[in-house]
């Protein structure tokens, strides 16, 4: 009698990497390779990665604006039974990127949603960052309306904040956390983590900046976390003065980590 029984699809969500190819799961690529079709937030972006780990399956394209049609179309995929993976262009869908609505579709549908953990530019950032927590306040994109209300909401706030930020809102970002009073918290930037130019900025929201903007090195993609002095990893890394000079930005393969204390 079972064998009668129709099943759905199963949903993966799958994780990839933030940068760096390497960084993909064995069991990522074994599921990417198992399944019907790929969903992909932007299939012209997902080739490089789609190519390098010979993976040829149908593509159906789903990010925030899809039509409600096709998503539709997806779902009725899956529940015919084809399964499916979902990838966004880095990283951990639905973490600052799109998915949850189809997650929440297929799980509606009765479809097993399966999580295939891997990299995430938040998470990669706590890791490094030394901060005496094991919580963090996660806000995506600090929002482009109303971030002075929240910034003030959040003054007193005990735990780390991680955002991530876009090249050029950076600087902007740096000049509010400041002008509302977070010019000395302890602050990790983490720019292109895991790709070539990695560079980690550890310091005060203020040194930070400076470090920032008198290497000129704002291009590429920002990861920022900025945590309650007490919670800094060394007091020596939230003391000033603070000398850019002598505060290093480092490029984590060449430099040990101990050179960003400020002296
Ligand atoms: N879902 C992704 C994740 O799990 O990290 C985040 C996607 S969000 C649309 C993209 C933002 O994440 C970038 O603008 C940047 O702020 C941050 N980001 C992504 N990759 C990064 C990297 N390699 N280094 C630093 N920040 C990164």
Redesign the pocket.
Known sequence: MEENIHKVGTLYVV?TP??NLSDASPRSIEVLKSVDFIIAENPKISQTFLKKFEIDKPIAEFHQHVSPFKLAEIMIELAKGFSAAYI??????T???PGSRLVSAAADMGCPVIGIPG????TTLFSISGVASNRYYFLGFMPKRDYRKLLTDLKDFPDPIIF???PYRLYDSFEILIEHGYGDYYCVV??????KFETTYRGTVKSVRALIYTKDEYRG???VLIAPPNLAPDPKMVIGPVKPSKVGAIHTWKKRLYKTSIK
């Open positions: 994780a933030i940068g966004s262009d880095a990283g951990t869908p973490i600052s990127d990299p995430s530019a938040a991530y930020e876009s983490g720019r292109e983590l895991t790709k993609e920002f990861t």
